[in-house]
């Protein structure tokens, strides 16, 4: 029996366990699925309360916008009568009546986060939906934009190419006996439209206008064009150009205006995959960086050798992302980290984890290290032009396979913690003493046991008689026990310093010749204390 293509079947559809399993948990949640997660879903319809409702919409999730409670029950009811697989609900909407609706007509019911934005979600589930095996997948689409070159070409009878909004050529025609000039040449060479002010201004000209437009050659060597944007939505995702050589058919603008429409779609769904992807990898990454994920399987999602060596880079704006405005800021330091990482290393894992963009960097060669922090100056340089705020960077050890990535983010959560004011970005290997006397202190203000000693006692008496033994203690032991040294450090005569340590050891009975006591000191009034031989730390 034939299936008709409106009604989903388990080969054009993708089911809600799949759903699941491409988006992960955190993403979406089931509340109820009365015919289960082998459910097919064919597609996402977004629909906001008041619009005309789907009359047909078989196999369709809904995505319920500005639905307030106990609106559910009718549109539930409306969404079993158009076919629909089942809802999809904000947490915490009404969600024990949403449940009942749900049952009572055999819809599966799902929920995202409060705080998730709709057109984020749909974009997401459209591309997962999109990306089940099948020539529909949306991995397909830049293939399917060389096919549109061609069927351009032929219709309209000039060699024609594809291009993003940055001009970079995405596809072309590969039509026997149609005539190309050098310029389409060199530019399908390079995969890019050469800069020039002639070029600017054809653009200018051809995003301005409503259809297609003829453009004149630029030079003597080159032949005239005609060319129409790309839009969707009022957005220009791109142009397609075709060469006129004079032999270009009559009802050619026709033929590229329908062109122009189809590559949308063709640049929409390209453009969903991979958001799709970049949502994916985030998430693995996400995982790594908790310890939750199993390594073999992060590799083969990331396309990393298993034991390859990596390490982990932390950027975090300098002061805080609780704002609106900070939050916002921390999603453009993600996005400007990924571009430069996907520039270097290409397909590329980065993720926004509580303020902090973290990206993993792949380690090539001996001097792989070096390439990683101007990397990371490269970047830190960059967001001060671009967001016009200070951001810090801090690199983790490298470490020998995705199993040992969480320790590598813990050293670069640590150097962010302990860079100066002077500083901007460092690895973990440049600042380890600090970072070791941060982690003695939280080890050691943890352990009763190991916050006891003489160290409270040289602090209390300084406190009550306006002495500085705790600091010339730290300078002497700083400077090695030797008194000259210290004694620059504390701005004071050698013989100052002498007679306050005599002082200390008198009144507070310290025994600063024995070794172990004096290393014990100098520990916690260093780590507990916050005391260093330039003043506090």
């Not at 190419?161 to 006996?177: F, K, M």
């Not at 653009?203 to 437009?213: H, K």
């Not at 991979?274 to 995982?287: A, D, N, Q």
Request: proline share 5%; hydrophobic share 45%.
């Amino acid at each position: 029996m034939t299936v008709p293509p409106e009604s989903p079947t388990a080969m054009e559809s993708s089911t809600l366990e799949e759903l699941l399993d491409t988006l992960g948990g955190p993403v979406l949640r089931v509340l109820t699925a009365p015919a289960g997660l082998t459910t097919p879903v064919s597609e996402v319809v977004l629909h906001d309360a008041g619009a005309p409702f789907p009359r047909s919409a078989p196999g369709a999730l809904l995505l319920t916008l500005g639905v307030r409670e106990g609106e559910v029950g009718p549109l539930a009811r409306d969404a079993a009568a158009a076919g629909m697989a089942g809802l999809v609900v904000r947490a915490g909407e009404g969600q024990p009546d949403a449940v009942a609706a749900a049952k009572a007509h055999g819809l599966a019911l799902l929920s995202v986060d409060e705080d998730a934005a709709w057109h984020h979600v749909h974009l997401l589930l459209a591309s997962a939906i999109a990306a089940r095996p099948g020539p529909a997948g949306g991995g397909a689409a830049f293939g399917d934009l060389f096919a549109l070159a061609n069927a351009v070409a032929a219709a309209v009878g000039g060699a024609t190419v594809i291009e993003d909004a940055r001009q970079r050529i995405l596809a072309y025609s590969t039509v026997p006996g149609q005539v190309v000039d050098e310029a389409r040449r060199q530019g399908i060479l390079g995969r890019q439209v050469p800069s020039s002010p002639e070029n600017t201004e054809q653009y200018r000209v051809l995003f301005a206008a409503p259809g297609p437009v003829r453009l004149a050659a630029l030079d003597g060597d080159e032949l005239p064009r005609l060319a129409v944007a790309i839009r969707a939505g009022g957005e220009t995702l791109g142009s397609m150009w075709v060469v006129d050589d004079g032999h270009v058919g009559r009802d050619a603008v026709d033929a590229l205006t329908q062109g122009a429409s189809t590559a949308a779609l063709l640049l929409l769904r390209a453009r969903a995959s991979e958001e799709l992807s970049r949502h994916l990898t985030s998430e693995v990454l996400r995982r790594l960086l908790d310890g939750t994920a199993d390594p073999a399987d992060a590799a083969h999602r990331l396309g990393l050798a298993s034991g390859a060596p990596v390490r982990v880079a932390a950027f975090a704006l300098d002061g805080a992302v609780s704002t609106p405005d900070g939050e916002q800021t921390a999603l453009r330091l993600l996005d400007l980290v990924r571009l430069q990482c996907e520039a270097r290393y290409g397909r590329h894992a980065c993720v926004l984890v509580e303020g902090s963009v973290y990206a993993l960097l792949p380690v090539a060669g001996e001097r792989g290290g070096e390439r990683h922090k101007r990397l990371a100056e490269d970047i830190v340089r960059r967001a001060g032009q671009a967001l016009r705020v200070t951001v810090r960077a801090g690199l983790g050890d490298v470490v020998p396979g995705l199993a040992a990535v969480r320790g590598s983010r813990e050293d670069a959560d640590l150097v962010l913690r302990v860079l100066g004011p002077d500083e901007d970005v460092a690895a973990v290997s440049e600042v380890r003493a600090r970072v070791t006397l941060l982690r003695l202190r939280e080890l050691i203000g943890a352990e009763r046991a190991l916050t006891a000693g003489a160290w409270r006692e040289v602090l209390a008496y300084d406190t009550a008689h306006s002495t500085d033994y705790a600091r010339t203690l730290v300078c002497w032991l700083d400077a090695g026990c030797d008194m000259a040294r210290a004694a620059k450090l504390l701005a004071v005569h050698p013989n100052t310093c002498r007679y306050r340590l005599r002082q200390a050891q008198q009144h507070l009975g310290i025994d600063l010749d024995n070794p172990d006591e004096r290393l014990v000191l100098w520990l916690q009034l260093r780590t507990l204390g916050g005391l260093r031989g330039a003043g506090r730390a």
